[in-house]
T-cell receptor, first 115, second 111 residues
């Protein structure tokens, strides 16, 4: 059973460009979470999605960031007009149910570098 | 005030030592608790869940004190391979089911 998959693993963008990060959850998992880890900091929750629905986006910056999890295909985190402060590791996690005690399994992350 | 607080370390210990990490959380309504391990530039991996009764997994023992809002992790007989950052993680429940991470405690086990 393949784990959570993320691609690309590394992404370099110039200021003002768009970044698209993809996440395929574990097989059978319908809940996806995105977290951001800035250099030398802890992980911070960004958004929680189920298929075709955003459940909680309380951690998403108000502008330039959006996320989707379509009926078919991976979840996408999109960052428009990137700035240097967006440079970070972006981790996706998935879980099979919403139970509080259900473990979230993390993907390897996408490391975004904005030049 | 941070929601989940940890001593960042680093804790430098010799092989075979016993080391303990502590963590406090601010939300008394938090539902579930975990320790994750993160190796340099890798994703967090679940080490163990933490239960009020305390739980043990091999050399690792976790404790939760809900009254004090305090979580601990004890590692016995440290191995070189235990060197990593240990993340205290809280699930505050609710519709979001999001995890709130502490900043991590770095452990370095030396020969």
């Amino acid at each position: 059973n393949a784990g959570v998959m993320q691609n690309p693993r590394h992404l370099v963008r110039r200021r003002g460009q768009e970044a698209r990060l993809r996440c395929s959850p574990m097989k059978g998992h319908s809940h996806v979470y995105w977290y951001r880890q800035l250099p030398e900091e802890g992980l911070k929750f960004m958004v929680y999605l189920q298929k075709e629905n955003i459940i909680d986006e309380s951690g998403m910056p108000k502008e330039r960031f959006s996320a989707e999890f379509p009926k078919e295909g991976p979840s996408i985190l999109r960052i428009q007009q990137v700035v240097r402060g967006d440079s970070a590791a972006y981790f996706c996690a998935s879980s099979p149910t919403i139970s509080d005690y259900e473990t979230q399994y993390f993907g390897p992350g996408t490391r975004l570098l904005v030049l | 005030r941070k929601e989940v607080e940890q001593d960042p370390g680093p804790f430098n210990v010799p092989e075979g030592a016993t080391v303990a990490f502590n963590c406090t959380y601010s939300n008394s309504a938090s539902q579930s608790f975990f320790w994750y391990r993160q190796d340099c530039r890798k994703e967090p991996k679940l080490l163990m869940s933490v239960y009020s009764s305390g739980n043990e997994d091999g050399r690792f023992t976790a404790q939760l004190n809900r009254a004090s809002q305090y979580i601990s992790l004890l590692i016995r007989d440290s191995k070189l391979s235990d060197s990593a950052t240990y993340l205290c993680v809280v699930n505050e429940g609710g519709a979001g089911n999001m995890l709130t991470f502490g900043g991590g405690t770095r452990l370095m086990v030396k020969p």
